[in-house]
T-cell receptor, first 112, second 111 residues
Framework: DTAVSQTPKYLVTQMGNDKSIKCEQN?????MYWYKQDSKKFLKIMFS???????INETVPNRFSPKSPDKAHLNLHINSLELGDSAVYFC???????????FGPGTRLTVT | EDQVTQSPEALRLQEGESSSLNCSYT??????LFWYRQDPGKGPEFLFT???AGEEKEKERLKATLTKKESFLHITAPKPEDSATYLC????????????FGKGTKLSVIP
C-alpha cells in the first residue's frame, strides 16, 4: 500500500497554462507539506497544513496555491506556469507538526 | 537563519570501506535533526531523528550521531545498495515548523 501518493508523476505543459498536482496520504497523519526540489537537488519547503490549517507559507509566487479538502489530501494548484517552475515537487506528511516526514514519489513538472 | 551544510558533496567508496558523512548546522534551538536517504527518481526516505547531543541511532550498516554543532552518518562495511544521496535536515524550536535541508551527500559504493 502506498503511504503518500502523488498524481501525476510526470507533467509536461506549456508556459501560461494552469495545472494541479494531487497528493493523498493513507497514514492517518495530521500534517502535510509541499516541497520543491530544483535542478541542483536542493529541497525547499513551500507550504504546510496541519489539520487543514495553513501553518507554513514560504515566500513563493502567489501563482502557487495549496488546497486541503481534508486531512488526507493536499493539492497544489499553479497558475500561469513559467519556465522557472520546472522542478520536482514532493508532497510529504507527518504524524504531528514536529515529527518525521514521509515523502511521496514526486511529480516532475516540465514547463516548455 | 537556519543553515545546514553537508560534506563531502560526493563520496565514492569501495564495498566494505567504512566512512562517515558530515552534517553541520546552525539553528536557533534545535528541536530535531533528521537523516533521509534519496534514490534517483524517488522521494526522500526517512532514516533517523536525533534530538539531543550525545544521542545515537543505528539501522543495519548506518549509525547516526549528534553533537551540538554537527551530526555524522557512519556507514560500516557499505554495500552497493547503500548508494544514494543522503540528506540531513534540521527543525528549529520556538514555533518553527519546517525542515531546513542540506544539499546532500551523493554516496557511490563500488563493488
Amino acid at each position: 500500500d502506498t503511504a503518500v501518493s502523488q498524481t501525476p508523476k510526470y507533467l509536461v505543459t506549456q508556459m501560461g497554462n494552469d495545472k494541479s498536482i494531487k497528493c493523498e496520504q493513507n497514514l492517518g497523519h495530521d500534517t502535510m507539506y509541499w516541497y520543491k526540489q530544483d535542478s541542483k537537488k536542493f529541497l525547499k519547503i513551500m507550504f504546510s497544513y496541519n489539520n487543514k490549517e495553513l501553518i507554513i507559507n514560504e515566500t513563493v509566487p502567489n501563482r502557487f496555491s495549496p488546497k486541503s479538502p481534508d486531512k488526507a489530501h493536499l493539492n497544489l494548484h499553479i497558475n500561469s506556469l513559467e519556465l522557472g517552475d520546472s522542478a520536482v515537487y514532493f508532497c510529504a506528511s507527518s504524524p504531528r507538526i514536529y515529527y518525521e516526514q514521509y515523502f511521496g514519489p514526486g511529480t516532475r513538472l516540465t514547463v516548455t | 537563519e537556519d543553515q545546514v551544510t553537508q560534506s563531502p558533496e560526493a563520496l565514492r567508496l569501495q564495498e566494505g570501506e567504512s566512512s562517515s558523512l558530515n552534517c553541520s548546522y546552525t539553528v536557533s534551538g534545535l528541536r530535531g535533526l533528521f537523516w533521509y536517504r534519496q534514490d534517483p527518481g524517488k522521494g526522500p526516505e526517512f532514516l533517523f531523528t536525533l534530538y539531543s547531543a550525545g544521542e545515537e541511532k543505528e539501522k543495519e550498516r548506518l549509525k547516526a550521531t549528534l553533537t551540538k554543532k554537527e551530526s555524522f552518518l557512519h556507514i560500516t562495511a557499505p554495500k552497493p545498495e547503500d548508494s544514494a544521496t543522503y540528506l540531513c535536515a534540521v527543525q528549529a524550536g520556538a514555533g518553527s515548523y519546517q525542515l531546513t535541508f542540506g544539499k546532500g551527500t551523493k554516496l557511490s559504493v563500488i563493488p
